[in-house]
């Protein structure tokens, strides 16, 4: 009950679950912060991973599960098993299950051009459409910019990480746990932490250049987009059916949240 009002009494949580094992951790914690919702107070959660690596034993966990929305950004060169964009959960968690899984790995590296590009194209549609309650994060800032490519490889910048922390509080309402799973090198993960808490404080959140906002998605990240679109056509949620988008910029008419001011 303690993790329930946590939610109800504040705005933001911010947790450093840094342990041997700490993907372990944040499954173990989205587990029983997931349960403590949805049957003591009926509230449905979000699970949104950023990061190189897929969060494979979280999907496991919650692959059955239609009460809970699974997103995750990573490389799919980097994968531990699993995190395919077909994987999209089974039974009545089918649909509920999104990987978007970059296959260009380190040659264009992903930046803040792509992560823009997959919040308005996917992330964002889809999670409006399932009208979270509350929102974890799992965030391993070894995808911030800064990293060695032995490391990470990915370009996105602190300042992105905040943006994008700023749009998922738009989203449930400012009820957004982000559990910082680490980070390499010390610079760009404190540097990233910053840059998200002041997001989770509704402090202002320092925007990005108009030119990185219109900046267009590479070449491979179009494709991956592509793919998670494609086969989430068929998906039960209606926000697979009807995508009048331009994916060359990332903009989509069915995406409320402005990047653009």
Not at 17 to 44: D, E, K, Q, R, W
């Amino acid at each position: 009950m303690k993790a329930n009002s946590i939610f109800l009494s504040y705005s933001f949580c911010f947790g450093c679950p840094l342990s041997p094992f700490y993907h372990v951790s944040f499954a173990l914690l989205s587990l029983s912060l997931s349960l403590s919702l949805s049957l003591s107070l009926s509230l449905s959660p979000s699970l949104f991973r950023m990061d190189v690596h897929h969060g494979n034993i979280t999907q496991n966990i919650f692959y059955t599960d239609p009460k809970v929305l699974c997103i995750s950004l990573h490389r799919c060169d980097l994968s531990s098993g699993g995190g395919e964009p077909t994987e999209v959960g089974s039974g009545e968690g089918k649909g509920f299950n999104v990987n978007v899984a970059w296959s260009s790995g380190l040659d264009p590296p992903i930046g803040d051009a792509e992560y823009l590009a997959a919040f308005r194209s996917v992330v964002i549609p889809i999670a409006e459409e399932f009208s979270p309650d509350v929102i974890l994060v799992s965030s391993q800032f070894n995808a911030v910019k800064g990293h060695p490519t032995s490391k990470g490889g990915h370009s996105v910048s602190a300042k992105c990480f905040g943006v994008l922390t700023q749009k998922l509080m738009d989203l449930a309402r400012g009820r957004v746990v982000l559990a910082v799973e680490g980070g390499h090198d010390l610079t760009p993960t404190c540097d990233a932490s910053e840059a998200c808490v002041n997001a989770l404080l509704e402090n202002k959140v320092e925007s990005l250049s108009h030119d990185v906002l219109m900046q267009r998605p590479c070449a491979e990240a179009f494709k991956s987009l592509q793919t998670v679109l494609h086969i989430h056509s068929e998906s039960t949620l209606s926000w697979a059916g009807g995508w009048g988008i331009s994916l060359v910029t990332g903009r989509s008419p069915v995406c409320k949240a402005d990047f653009y001011h």
